[in-house]
């Protein structure tokens, strides 16, 4: 059994959904009860996957990990294949999600209103312009992994909910949306956010 430390709602979600579509066992624990997480990373922050005597950090790294360890159809054979999907792991790690980072760095970084309104609108269009990549990616197909839910559209899903934390407007596309929603009502995912609720209420 896998134990992953995690923060509710944070990037660590991505990686429990993976886990249960892989078909594994985890335990959780929110990073916020343990008494000294620098004794788990030094880094401390999440999410550390703890896999025999391994620890690992960083979520990429951790999800590319399970899927080159464990049987599945997120991460194709075909060389070709496999090679997109790990550039779109790290498109929704190492590009989308620190753009939705710097919304939560200027909330809690500017104090004068009308200069903070303004950061947070110009990075807003950042994330936007992100999204209509994704939407194009989606003309002909119904997720980033073609037929069927990829890593990275599990990623990019747990992004999407946190632009309703600020007085901005984000655009998904109708191609997005309809990959977003279906990615939402997985049972991998909705077991994760069920888990999590459960835990976080200890």
């Not at 624990?29 to 960083?58: C, Y």
């Not at 399970?66 to 498109?91: R, S």
Request: net charge negative; proline share 4%; charged share 15%.
């Amino acid at each position: 059994m896998y134990t992953l430390y995690y923060s509710p709602g944070a990037c660590s979600v991505a990686t429990q959904v993976v886990l249960h579509e892989l078909g594994q066992q985890v335990k959780i624990i929110d990073k916020q009860h343990v008494d000294d997480f620098s004794a788990v990373t030094p880094l401390q922050a999440v999410p550390v996957l703890v896999d025999g005597n391994k620890t690992l950090t960083e979520g990429a790294a951790i999800i590319l990990h399970l899927l080159n360890k464990h049987e599945n159809t997120m991460l194709p054979e075909n060389e070709e294949a496999k090679q997109q999907a790990v550039q779109e792991i790290m498109f929704a790690n190492a590009t989308m999600h620190p753009a939705y980072g710097r919304l939560f760095f200027l909330t809690e970084h500017i104090s004068e209103e009308k200069s903070k309104q303004e950061a947070l609108n110009l990075a807003a269009s950042a994330i936007n312009t992100l999204w209509e990549w994704v939407e194009n990616e989606l003309q002909n197909k119904p997720f980033l992994g073609g037929m069927s839910p990829s890593a990275a559209d599990i990623m990019l899903t747990v992004y999407s909910t946190w632009g309703q934390y600020f007085p901005v407007q984000i655009n998904i596309g109708g191609h997005t949306a309809t990959m977003l929603n279906a990615v939402q009502v997985m049972p991998s995912f909705q077991k994760t956010l069920q888990a999590q609720r459960i835990e976080s209420a200890k």
